[in-house]
């Protein structure tokens, strides 16, 4: 629990930092025919060069824990491309994604109520969701294995 509460810290620190806890960062980011700003990518690869950093020095298994939480699921189908979707419209309409939302509200960010209460409704409608539509099959599995045919 200390840990998994450092690491958030830590996760929110970075986001202020960063300047991703501004809505209007995100706004400029996204606005590619005016001022576009390219701070969101530079931060976004900023943590993709860490993550990649921290898989290879990784121990095998966690050091704190039976195993690493995996996402189970490896399809791409139509919930993950609407889920995609309504996150992409919401973040770009709101300016705030989870993490920058809730640090926000945590900063006290009048905007950012008014987001995280609209995430809060979406996570209940989802959860009612999941109890009335059963789950569709993947269109296409993600794996990880190379298969030699489609080498050459």
């Known amino acids: 629990m200390i840990v998994a509460f450092a690491s958030g810290l830590l996760f929110a620190v970075g986001l202020a930092v960063s300047g991703m ?14 001022s576009w700003d390219p701070s969101l990518a530079l931060v976004m690869g900023s943590g993709l060069a860490v ?11 966690p050091l704190l824990a039976a195993s690493f939480a995996e996402p189970a699921a490896r399809g791409i189908d139509t919930r ?9 419209i919401g973040w770009g309409l709101g300016g705030f994604c989870p993490g920058p ?11 950012a109520l008014l987001f995280v209460a609209a995430m809060a409704v979406g996570m209940v409608a989802h959860s009612l969701f999941e109890r009335v539509v059963p789950e569709s099959q993947p269109a296409f599995e993600v794996t990880s294995e190379v298969k030699p045919e489609t080498c050459g």
Do not use: E
């Open 51 to 61: 993550l990649a950093v921290m898989r290879l020095l990784a121990p095998k298994r």
């Open 21 to 34: 806890t501004l809505p209007a960062n995100i706004l400029a980011f996204l606005d590619v025919t005016g």
């Open 80 to 88: 993950l491309v609407t889920g995609a979707a309504i996150f992409g």
């Open 101 to 111: 939302g809730i640090v926000a509200f945590g900063a006290g960010c009048p905007a």
